[in-house]
């Protein structure tokens, strides 16, 4: 099964950009790579996929490597609301027989000082 | 558009007893997911339905089950109790299955089995 290997914790300062990477060796041709973040007492909250391309969105950026092993979230101006916990996952295709287990890693802690 | 609910929020059970857990996707989402978050083991994927078919499955027991009703309102269901079942489920509604479709996490149920 694909796996997402993250730094446990990062720091960086408020206003400052962010590059949270992800380690993904063993993704399939056909899995996408999805960011999700969770602050402290809520639920998971989406923030960017993408399969093969850079993506961007109003939250953040989502730059793949080439040979799509691994990518890297980038949030150009950290707030102090940016902190959370950044899970990176890989995400297949439907598969109509058999299971596809989704693994998420523990995550990145990520801590913006002001 | 109301996002993901989940009841009950909170909820204590004794070892042994069983309980159910619902979730009511975001409106148009055909796709509803359960998550089990513990401190030690992190987000850990239960399974997926969609249009009320089971499509992926994670690593659990038995004792987990779950359903899909045909307005896409979901239900878990954990029999036999243990205390390592304690943990924070959460549900996530996307509108297709897939890595296409970003999903939308709900608040969660806190389950405490003592």
């Known amino acids: 099964d694909a796996k997402t290997t993250q730094p446990n914790s990062m720091e960086s300062n408020e206003e400052e950009p962010v590059h949270l990477p992800c380690n993904h060796s063993?993704?399939?041709?056909?899995?996408?790579i999805h960011w999700y973040r969770q602050l402290p007492s809520q639920g998971p909250e989406y923030v960017i996929h993408?399969?093969?391309s850079n993506v961007n969105n109003r939250m953040a950026s989502l730059a793949i490597a080439e040979d799509r092993k691994s990518s890297t979230l980038i949030l150009h101006r950290a707030t102090l609301r940016d902190a959370a916990v950044y899970y990176c996952?890989?995400?297949?295709?439907?598969?109509?027989?058999?299971?596809?287990?989704?693994?998420f890693g523990q995550g990145t802690r990520l801590t913006i000082n002001p | 558009k109301a996002g993901v609910t989940q009841t009950p929020r909170y909820l204590i059970k004794t070892r042994g007893q069983q309980v159910t857990l619902s979730c009511s996707p975001i409106?148009?989402?055909?796709?509803v997911s359960w998550y089990q978050q513990t401190p030690g083991q992190g987000l850990q994927f239960l399974f997926e339905?969609?249009?009320?078919?089971?499509?992926n499955k994670g690593n659990f027991p038995g004792r987990f089950s779950g359903r899909q009703f045909s307005n896409s309102r979901s239900e878990m269901n954990v029999s036999t109790l243990e205390l390592g079942d304690s943990a924070l489920y959460l549900c996530?509604?996307?509108f297709g299955t897939g890595g296409t479709y970003e999903q939308y996490f709900g608040p969660g149920t806190r389950l405490t089995v003592t």
């Open positions: 339905y969609f249009s009320e078919t089971q499509r």
């Open positions: 996530a509604s996307s």
């Open positions: 993408g399969l093969t």
């Open positions: 063993t993704i399939s041709g056909t899995d996408y």
């Open positions: 996952i890989l995400r297949g295709p439907v598969r109509i027989q058999g299971a596809q287990k989704l693994v």
């Open positions: 409106s148009g989402h055909r796709s």
